[in-house]
């Protein structure tokens, strides 16, 4: 367990560099394990498990007499975005629909477990960032055809139930024993088991950004200039996506913690189920700019993360030094 704690430990203090490698990793190991990414879905689980032993139910009861926050990241992700990616999409590839259509749905698609991961990291409230998965979970199915439709006057007819049973399977049901353990031992499972669990729940971290990158190395190793610039493009948009949720933190004064997971989890979406919709419903060049969304999603929420944290602590520095001057002078 020492070599594992000291591995964490290495991993926390350089995980900005640690996305850009993962990508890089898949891309040169995609013609072996591209047939494996099937098993992100049990790396999800181990960080799933181990971001909730964080929290207890305490916490989300918490959360839920306060649900502006939830509802905030929601609009953003599923109308914000998703009308933004479209009007962008159709003054740069209007020529191109396929590449407009996949920039809806990388942007319409709900928040990403990786959310709660980075949230996690960067000292964010895993009870905000599972209730909005958890609600992103059970709406999506029946909000994404409707947007979709409104958007792109194309009807799709999602499968809510398989969708929502790999989200229950992959986040919900790891998280509520995690939240039982922690609930019913009284905060021990936190504090004993969380740090065993950790480092397990890094490595499971590593081993989901590299398999989602070997989805991409395809269209990476043939690159054509129309996809550069839909690389390009998709950077802006996820760069100008953080910002815009930063902005809205500030503007709400939303505490630092609440703050850092509205920001990961507008940032991050759950790219397996974009290109899942890409695959079955829309022609086939839709899916390269849901794909792309993998590569810099991650990367940005390590290196962003690293300089929203700074400017958000230091403004909660800041602020606790007016309270603490304002109980002074009474």
Excluded at 91 to 99: E, G, Q, T, Y
Excluded at 236 to 260: D, E, G, H, P, S
Aim: net charge positive; hydrophobic share 60%.
């Amino acid at each position: 367990m020492r070599y594992l704690y000291s591995f964490n430990t290495f991993i926390e203090k350089h995980i900005m560099f640690v996305p850009p490698t993962c990508v890089l990793l898949g891309v040169l190991i995609s013609p072996w394990f591209a047939k494996y990414q099937w098993l992100a879905a049990y790396f999800f689980m181990v960080m799933a498990f181990q971001g909730s032993l964080g929290s207890n139910f305490q916490a989300l009861r918490d959360v839920s007499k306060h649900p502006l926050p939830v509802f905030v990241v929601l609009a953003f992700l599923h109308i914000l975005m998703p009308v933004l990616g479209y009007l962008l999409g159709m003054i740069f590839f209007h020529n191109d629909m396929n590449l407009v259509m996949g920039i809806v749905i990388e942007q319409i698609v709900p928040a990403g477990m990786m959310g709660m991961t980075w949230a996690e990291l960067y000292g964010g409230n895993i009870a905000l960032s599972l209730s909005i998965m958890v609600v992103d979970t059970l709406i999506s199915p029946f909000l994404l055809p409707v947007i979709l439709s409104m958007l792109l006057g194309t009807v799709v007819h999602i499968p809510a139930w398989p969708m929502m049973r790999s989200m229950i399977f992959m986040i919900v049901i790891p998280s509520l024993i995690a939240l039982c353990m922690n609930q019913f031992s009284h905060g021990k499972a936190k504090e004993v088991l969380r740090p065993k669990v950790t480092p397990f729940a890094r490595i499971a971290m590593i081993l989901v950004m590299t398999l989602n990158s070997t989805k991409v190395a395809p269209y990476l190793l043939h690159l054509k200039p129309l996809y550069l610039l839909v690389i390009l493009f998709m950077l802006f948009i996820i760069v100008f996506a953080y910002f815009v949720m930063f902005a809205i933190t500030l503007i709400m004064r939303t505490k630092v913690q609440n703050a850092t997971t509205m920001i990961f989890s507008g940032g991050i979406r759950n790219i397996s189920v974009g290109a899942v919709l890409a695959a079955q419903y829309f022609p086939g060049g839709a899916i390269f700019p849901v794909l792309v969304g993998t590569l810099f999603q991650q990367m940005l929420a390590g290196i962003l993360g690293h300089w929203f944290g700074k400017v958000l602590k230091e403004r909660a520095r800041k602020e606790a030094a007016k309270e603490a001057a304002k109980e002074a002078a009474k």
